[in-house]
C-alpha cells in the first residue's frame, strides 16, 4: 500500500498478510476445481501454494513506490523470480514446478492463470484486503462467489456465466479502487516525494557528501544495481531492505545540511507535503517554469535543484484489458464469450478503455 496510511490511517496492513491471504483463496480454488472434475495432481497443488506464497516477495521498502528507485530497470516480478530460483538452488529444485507455473512456461496454462491474471487470487485478496483496511467499501468484491463460479476448458480458466455479475462488480471495483486508493492525490505526492527523496540522497553520495543509512540502504545508494550485476549477494542485502529502512533514514536527512533533501524527508516525516492539481488535460509548460522559478527563489536553491518540488506526471487507470488473459465466460452451451460481449453493461466496455489524467505538485506557498 506504499504510503497510502497518509491518507487511510487503517492501511497499515502488510505483504505477508497478501501473501497468507492469496494461499488461502488458492487453497478454496483448488478444492472447488476438484469438486469440479478438473485434476490437479498434489505436485501442481503444492506448486501453486509455492507461486501464490512468493510471487510478491521481490517488493522493496514502500512497494510500487520505491520500485525503480532503488534498484534500476528492474521490477518487483523480476526480483521476485530471484528469490525463488536462489531457493530452489537451496532445496534441491523443490520450486522447479513453481517457477515454471509462475512464469506461465507449464503446459497447464490455468495453473498460471490462477496466480497471475485478469481474475487472479492475487487481485481477488488485495482488493478485499485493501477495502476493509481503507474503509473503501467500494472495493468489497465478493471473492467467494467469484472462486465459487471457476471453472476450466481446454486448460484455461473461465467463469460460469452464473458468476457474470460477480464479475462486473469485481472490475468495476478494481476501477473505482484505483481512483479512490491507489491513485489517490495525496498517496502520488508522498510516492513521488519518496522518490527524490532516495534520488537526492544518490546524488549527494555521488558527491561524496556523508548520509547516514542502514547498510543495506547504503549499499544501493552507494552503487547503480540493475539486472545485469543484480548478483546473489545483491539479492541477500536487497532482502534486508524494509520500510524501516527508509524511514530510520529519512528523519536523520530531515535534519541535513542540503537543503533540498532536508525539505523533502522532512516534509514525509511530518505529513506537510506538496500543494497537488490533477486535471484531464496537459499542464501548460509555461505554468510549471514559473513556480519552478518562485520555488528556486523561495528555498534559495538553483532553478535545477527546484524541479524537487515542482514537477508534472501522469496517472492512468484500467480496469480490463480486451485481448490480453481474458475473462471469459462459459455459458451452458459451452459457448464461451470475453466477459466485455457478455455483459449487458454498458459501462464495462468503457472500463476496457485507459483514462489518463494530469498532474502537478508544487510548494504551497502563496503567488
Not at 507535503?273 to 505554468?287: G, N, R, Y
Request: hydrophobic share 45%.
Amino acid at each position: 500500500m506504499g504510503l497510502s496510511y497518509l491518507v487511510y490511517p487503517g492501511a497499515h496492513h502488510t505483504r505477508f498478510h497478501h501473501a497468507l491471504g492469496c494461499m488461502h483463496l488458492m487453497q478454496k480454488a483448488i478444492r472447488v476445481l476438484h469438486f469440479k472434475g478438473i485434476g490437479i495432481t498434489p505436485e501442481e497443488e503444492e506448486a501453486l501454494y509455492i507461486a501464490i506464497l512468493l510471487h510478491d516477495i521481490g517488493h522493496g521498502p514502500f512497494s510500487h513506490a520505491m520500485e525503480h528507485s532503488i534498484v534500476e530497470s528492474v521490477s518487483h516480478e523480476s526480483i521476485s523470480l530471484l528469490f525463488m530460483e536462489k531457493m530452489n538452488a537451496d532445496f534441491d529444485g523443490a520450486l522447479t514446478l513453481a517457477i515454471q507455473i509462475f512464469k506461465g512456461e507449464y503446459h497447464r496454462n490455468f495453473l498460471h492463470q490462477l496466480i497471475s491474471s485478469q481474475l487472479d487470487m492475487d487481485r481477488l485478496d488485495y482488493l478485499k484486503r485493501d477495502s476493509f483496511y481503507t474503509g473503501v467499501a467500494e472495493g468489497n468484491i465478493n471473492s467467494e462467489r467469484l472462486i465459487t463460479m471457476l471453472a476450466v476448458i481446454n486448460d484455461e480458466l473461465v467463469v460460469e456465466a452464473k458468476g457474470i455479475y460477480s464479475v462486473e462488480k469485481f472490475l468495476l471495483s478494481r476501477r473505482l479502487m484505483y481512483w479512490q486508493v491507489y491513485l489517490h492525490k495525496t498517496s502520488l505526492v508522498a510516492e513521488n516525494l519518496l522518490i527524490r527523496v532516495l534520488k537526492r540522497a544518490k546524488e549527494l553520495i555521488d558527491k561524496s557528501v556523508a548520509l547516514s543509512a542502514s547498510e543495506a540502504l547504503s549499499f544501493f545508494l552507494q552503487h547503480k544495481i540493475t539486472g545485469q550485476n543484480f548478483s546473489s549477494s545483491v539479492l541477500e542485502i536487497f532482502s534486508k531492505l524494509d520500510d524501516y529502512d527508509i524511514v530510520m533514514a529519512m528523519k536523520e536527512w530531515s535534519a541535513s545540511s542540503d537543503v533540498v533533501l532536508s525539505k523533502l524527508s522532512a516534509m514525509i516525516i511530518n505529513r506537510d507535503l506538496l500543494k497537488i492539481e490533477i486535471s484531464t488535460q496537459p499542464f501548460d509548460v509555461t505554468t510549471e517554469k514559473d513556480k519552478i522559478k518562485k520555488c528556486a527563489l523561495l528555498l534559495d536553491i538553483s532553478e535545477q535543484e527546484a524541479q524537487y518540488f515542482v514537477f508534472s506526471g501522469t496517472i492512468a487507470n484500467q480496469a480490463y484489458h480486451q485481448n490480453k488473459q481474458n475473462i471469459n465466460i462459459l455459458y451452458e452451451s459451452d459457448k464461451i464469450v470475453d466477459i466485455v460481449q457478455a455483459t449487458d453493461q454498458f459501462n464495462l466496455e468503457a472500463l476496457s478503455k485507459p483514462v489518463t489524467k494530469y498532474f502537478m505538485c508544487y510548494p504551497k506557498h502563496k503567488d
